[in-house]
């Protein structure tokens, strides 16, 4: 399925594309399942606003889980048949996901975890990768308060889990019965933060010390939340910090503020082989229980990719939006 415009309104089309030939470094792989991301909207509905779009004709679609056709050249840790999972295109001049094939740099892949489906698998890559560099960033800890902004949200509901996993004392910002379910469902304390103002749940959960660990994944004005739901010396990170902000609170704090821009490797091809070393500790987490994605309950075809998109960017969506091929 191809954009052969963007903007708001704008539709996938049906196409016919050769096969890809696979390169030196590479694997080719047949898609099986693909998620919807934030960044895939936004490249949809802003095209050449932002930086990374492809070139029109484009095949959107980031992350993926597979089974490996064949590997080209200097490739030795995956073979054909391989069920693997990755975040690996759809952006500058890799092709993306929405097809049934997709060649992918070797380095931007993993073994899909075991225990779960190609759907399941497919709705991780990016948020998972997100999550885990804004933790690993903060150097997170075991017996630190980590409060994670967004809890049920793509990114969150896995920073959440991931976070429980290194040993934190995690607590998590949402709102409405179904995403507190969500929160504490994943043991977590969950706080209703329209209910509750940053100083009550500091006051109540800190002692007013305020957490070791903030991960901010909402943005906007969550960025002085968290400097202000941040300890002394504190780590913040964001996946969302396009903001324009006075940094007097966080200089007078002493806090340290990591921004996570997880798509600099396939943007850059820096350090590619980092996303793949991620990508298989995550497996291993998932296949040791220790981690779940959260699915948004309606399926998609690929030839229903349209309405998957029109579904994320609703604000609906419960968990990742998932396209099945």
Do not use: W
């Not at 590997?71 to 975040?87: K, L, M, Q, R, S």
């Not at 793509?154 to 709102?175: I, N, P």
């Amino acid at each position: 399925m191809i954009l052969d415009e963007y903007g708001d309104n704008t539709e996938f089309k049906p196409a016919d594309l050769d096969k890809p030939a696979v390169k030196p470094g590479h694997v080719l792989v047949r898609i099986a399942a693909t998620s919807v991301n934030t960044v895939d909207t936004m490249i949809q509905r802003m095209g050449k606003d932002l930086p990374l779009s492809p070139d029109l004709p484009a095949v959107l679609g980031m992350d993926f889980a597979g089974t490996i056709e064949e590997v080209g050249d200097g490739v030795v840790d995956f073979a054909p048949g391989d069920e693997v999972y990755g975040c690996a295109g759809g952006l500058a001049d890799l092709q993306g996901t929405l097809a049934e094939y997709m060649v992918a740099d070797a380095r931007l892949v993993a073994h899909k975890p075991k225990s779960l489906s190609m759907r399941e698998a497919a709705a991780l890559p990016l948020v998972a990768i997100t999550a885990y560099e804004g933790l690993a960033r903060a150097n997170v800890q075991p017996g630190q308060k980590v409060l994670v902004h967004g809890g049920a949200g793509g990114v969150g509901h896995v920073a959440v889990q991931l976070a429980k996993q290194f040993g934190a004392d995690v607590y998590s910002t949402g709102t409405g019965a179904e995403k507190i379910d969500i929160i504490e469902g994943y043991g977590a304390k969950a706080i209703d933060y329209r209910s509750e103002p940053v100083e009550e749940y500091v006051a109540k959960h800190t002692g007013g010390a305020g957490f070791d660990v903030v991960f901010d994944t909402i943005g906007g004005a969550h960025m002085t939340t968290s400097f202000e739901a941040a300890a002394l010396n504190g780590q913040v990170s964001s996946t969302v910090s396009l903001v324009e902000l006075d940094l007097s609170l966080a200089h007078f704090k002493g806090l340290s503020l990591h921004v996570v821009f997880m798509l600099i490797p396939m943007l850059h091809d820096y350090k590619r082989e980092e996303h793949g070393a991620i990508l298989a500790c995550l497996s291993e987490i998932v296949d040791a229980g220790g981690l779940r994605p959260l699915l948004d309950t309606p399926r998609y075809t690929l030839g229903e990719v349209g309405r998957a998109y029109d579904r994320l960017a609703s604000g609906q969506a419960i968990g990742k939006v998932v396209v099945e091929l």
